[in-house]
């Protein structure tokens, strides 16, 4: 019944996945004030529910379909209509661009976990949120969240994908900025959506290279074009320098030439340009070095927002494209080595900032930025499959930590009623006694991200790392379009190093992690005080804020209490899933002498065609035995990132911590001012454009609109001013004028003007034809050595002449006049050497 | 205090202009009449019509009904003209023919109308408003048979009759893909600016309406002119109410702006006239009848060497880049603009500028074919640098709200200008779609930026702040229309930047730097968003910080009636641009290929060298007039 409803090339059940929640916030957004919040509520948690349902059936369908047709990369397809064309390719052919949604192994993870999660992130903000005004606009936003990060991972073709990409950065940028009338929270938002807009010109980049290389924006079309994105021939790379493969010539005195590489061109293969302007765009949506520095603004959001955007969905999006466009990203061993480093360096940076951060948010928001840089050395050294994994688990463990955070905050909200206050892990300690589900369930999810043995995050990080090292090269394919050598490789370092920065990136996670845990929910509650006291100013300046119930805020208020149901059955359904998550990709485990990985065998069809296009080097035996070493190596990093927390916060409370931030103050600062990269932007690319901009206006209004407009008006005086003196109204002036106009026109009569015209017939012969005057008489010299054909004057008004191909000659007319005044002219004539086509000349 | 009186008054003008009931009326008997036609498709329409009738919250059937049938119409629009359904059209076209004289009508009703207007009492200025809406609506009905045609590559509603028959001039218009929309823009946004107009305007209301009518009538004149006089009398007739509109209904200081844009668009024009003479002149000495001629198409048959051509296209092309604008002849705009009326701002970038834009398309590409492709790249670099780029971060340091948009246009402008010059299919589309898009994006801007100007007499960004509060459903539609300005996909401005920028990149016209210009326009993405997000939040968002502002109105219901139609637009060319690009392909393929076809002939170096001469006829797409063929044979 399935497939006559649904057939997988108009699978129309895609439609009503995406269009669900676009429903749903299409009538919280327009009516959802007036509906109330029971209807609000339940219209919100309908549409992604009901999403959800869809995506399960969509993925049974699938399943079936790929159990049909084994090993082949199978999608169920729709198509709306016929969204726009652009030209393209090689001979500049139309491009139809449809607004299609597709779904195969890849996207179909990434559906339910969107969905599902989302649903659960929903219910969980339905009581969150629950005293907020704006609750119905927050549902609103989130909804078009889910529909448009649905359009992003179903979309068939890259500018559907953006659709998604932008739409979601959108949403982004309103619920980060959702309580508006405090200024940081806008400017957040605003620093997102720009952060994101910078990679999203790498997105528009890569995309007219695609258009320009391949022909194409679909997958399927982008897959079968990619044999063209590397080549040896100069002319089908991209040229870097000089920009589009011209040539510098001097211009005035400015000596360009000299920018004229000597040793060639030089030029990258189109795969390298798509691929890291690809890249870029990854970089602003999934929070990586350089443009990493939205996310943790971003926490001025609501925290479900942060649990679904800012950690399990959105930012993931450019892992998943990597993922999606494998077949063209493993073309380029360059790009591979970059994103991997990057990876790398951005793990390493944000644990080290993540350390020492005191509010519970911003430690979360850097441990994802963190989490991210991880999933990027799994797609860099060209572990898709493991990449990808870490990406499905750490949307279960990371959202479970936020909501638990937001559990922990709005617990202490209800105490402090301050923002910055609630949120600060020094207010709080020992909610474990009064927060039992919250504790245990972030407890699980620590245990996850700090890679304790057996739980998800174990076996997606620990086969990152795995991959890492053993593929020496970084990137494990060899490109048959460069096996004649000559190729990029990346340094044996890399690999190592790579491996390396990881593991110490996965030390300083168990140690934050666990220091935050240590700190919130061990020890004693330290927030009997701290706060309310600072509170007491707050409420009597402001007298705003829940202003109901006056407590008395110099006396310690009741006790931090549980989250209600909708809070706590999200939290236990994400933290068994950190726990478990795990099993469906552990090739360690070994059932039958197989590795035990259904994950890795439902993700093979999708990266097949990477793996097609370059050729796999099977890694050999060394490989396999290093397996458990390196393991243990993931185990130790667990052992003692946990340890040191265990000894620092728990055996010591926290003695060691502050006495090393004692004996560095200089590095505790910077760490705490989060290396400062925020100021090295403002004071170097910010300054820049900004004083560019500054000059440009300046520039507009002094000397575009100053001087155009002032010199053309001068002109225009000085000539008033000239001509003025003429117009005096004095007669004999006048009179004057015209005895010298009358002089000058008489002249003209009096002087001979010698003047011809040539005219040219198909056999070479040209007629020069002597313009008449008033009683003149011509002499001609016709050949043009010096001496007149006819020693006198005569009245022959033109002469012919005949040329053959490629000759030149001189004409020579002297005129004279009735006066006896002579005047000359030198006529030359060229016959071009090529023959003269009839119609054409 | 100043807040008080303001609402106070505005109130007053709304009850005052109580009898919209009459263009209610015939909105709705226009949507009776047309739906009769197309009866299988009212179910999505009376659909949309009732969602729409529910959106708006606090306001009565006044507000509903006109949000209703906006809708409807163009829910009804986009079914109709969608290109799947074409096979309908060509059959029921087929059965209907081209009525010559439509074009006519459709310019000489708004004339009329605005010399009927001169003859209406002045003290009834409602009575002058009504009848200004209804001969703008019938105007807009005038333009359904053109959505009935299937454009293709050629010319429609041809009329072509001699007007002064010893200088070769001629009345010729007629109609393609590419002024189809053109005019459609036209005639869809004359009464959403004058609507919008008649609730800030309250002086000199009889002259207002005439100016507007003549406005709109020399407006679709230019647009549809092929003979190159006529077009320079609608052309010229254009520049004058819209100097009034400026220096009557303007600003502080709005004589001196109207002075400024008045000399600045003259200026080119003069030479263009210059350039237009020499034409038609060199066509007598050339042509077999030695007549002189005007006509578009005799025109662009004149093969002209280099030294004549470049100064030919220099003199139309700084004329049209002056309204444009292109830097650096742009200053006239931001000074226009904050000193128009909110209704003029509309008008003048809405359609105005696209002159200037379409002047290129048609006449310097047209009739200068190598010199438009050899200066292409320099001045491409031009449309990036100067206009992209400069244009926004010039915007982004405005502080008067109203010059910030001008700014933007410019930067927009230089999409369409980067389109026009790359000269691939896919770029002239987006360019020509991006002229669309921005007259309904800017144009929602302007308007919008109108109602918080009629209430605090202020442009200064500085001056508002928070007002997201006190104005929710204001502060939406606004980051609505920024967000379609700054383009995000699925919006209108997405569509055009993107065609334009792929359409760069192929190009063959733009030497090797064709990469950089289109790199250069891709970073016009992010500068867009850096400076109207920056005036959004200035202006939205933050705490209050000003009294005034705190109990300001919402917008009112008239208000929501005007940019309705925008903001619908946005979405409508966002989701369904292929209902605009299936019909404008077939004329952009044509004068695509007359251009390169040109620049394939005379390659290296391009240019034509001989005496000037005529080219023969092309075969296809020039409905050429029978009266001249017989002329040429004799």
Redesign the interface.
Known sequence: MMDSLFPPENFSLLALIVAFPLLGAFVNGVWGQQLGKRAVRFMALTAVGLSFVASVITFLALAKLVEHDKGEHVKLAWTAWEWMHTTGGHGNTEIPIQLKLSVDALSGVMMLVITGVGFLIHLYATSYMEDDPAFWKFFAYLNLFVFAMLVLVLADNLPVLFIGWEGVGLCSYLLIGFWYQELPNAAAGKKAFIANRIGDFGLICGMFLLVHYTGALDWTGIANGSGSLVSTVDLQRVHVWPIGGGEFRDIGFLPLHLLQPHAGNITISAATAIALMLFLGCTGKSAQIPLYVWLPDAMAGPTPVSALIHAATMVTAGVYLVCRLSFVFVLSPFTMTVIAITGAATALLAATIALVQNDIKKVLAYSTVSQLGFMFIGVGVGAFTAGFFHVFTHAFFKACLFLGAGSVIHAMHARIHDGVQSQDVRNMGGLRKYMPLTYWTFFASTLAIAGCPFTSGFFSKDEILYRAFVDHTVNPFRIAAYSDGGHWAAPNWVAPAVFIVGLLAAVMTAFYMFRVMFLTFHGDFRGWTIGRASMISHSEVSGHGHGEHHEDLTKPGHAPHESPWQMTVPLIVLGTCAIFAGFLNAPIIKIGGKPWEPMGKWLDPVFEDAVKAVGFRQPGEWAASMEWPLAACGISAFVIGTGVAYWMYIAQAGRPAKSLAEAMPGLHKLLMDKWRIDELYEVTVLAMVDALADTFAVFDQSVVDGLLPRLSSLIVVGLGTVLRVFQNGVVHVYAAFMVVGLAATGWFFVAPHADATVTVSDNGDYVVQASPGMGYSYQWDTNGDGTPDEKTFGNTQQVKVHLDPGKSQTVRLEVQNAFGLHGAKEIPITRPSAPLEVGQL | MSTHTTSTREDEGVTKFGTRELTLLALVALVAVVAARFVDASVPVILAAVVAA??P?KHGWDVRLPLAVITGLLVLFVLRAW??SSEDIDSAAAATTESPKLLSWLIGLPLAGAAFVLFLPRQSPQLVRNFTMLVMFATLALTIPLLNVTMGRGFHFNQDIPWLASLGIRYHVAIDGITLWLVMLTVFLQPVAAWVSFGSIQTRVKDWCFALLLLEGAMLGAFLSLDLFLFYVFWELMLIPMYVMIGVWGGANRIKSAI?FFLYTMFGSVLMLAAILYLAYTYARVSPTHLPSFDYFELSRLELPQHVQIWLFAAFALSFFIKVPM?????WLPDAHTEAPTGGSIILAAVMLKMGTYGYLRFCMGLFPEAAGSQAATLAGVAVLGGIV?GA??A???DDVKRLIAYSSVAHLGYVMLGLFAA???SIE?AVLQMVNHGISTGALFLLFGVIYDRRHTRMADDFG?L??PMPVYATLFVIAT?ASVG???TNG??GE??V??????SNHL??????Q??GA??G??LG??YM??VV?KM????ITKKENEHLEDINGREMVAVAPLLIMVFVIG????IF?SRMKGAVARTEEALSSRLEVNVPPRYYE??IRLLPRATESSPLPADLDQGASK
């Open positions: 529910l959106v919250r290109p799947a400024k830097w650096p002849v742009h200053t400069y971060l010039c982004w340091k405005q691939t299919p896919a987006g928070g997201a509060k967000l995000l996909p699925a997405f569509i993107f065609m920028i792929t359409g760069t990149f192929v030497g090797h730097v064709n990469g950089i289109a790199v891709a970073i993405v992010i968003a850096l997000l920056s939040q939205f968002f933050g705490p989701l369904f641009p292929n690009l001989g005496p």
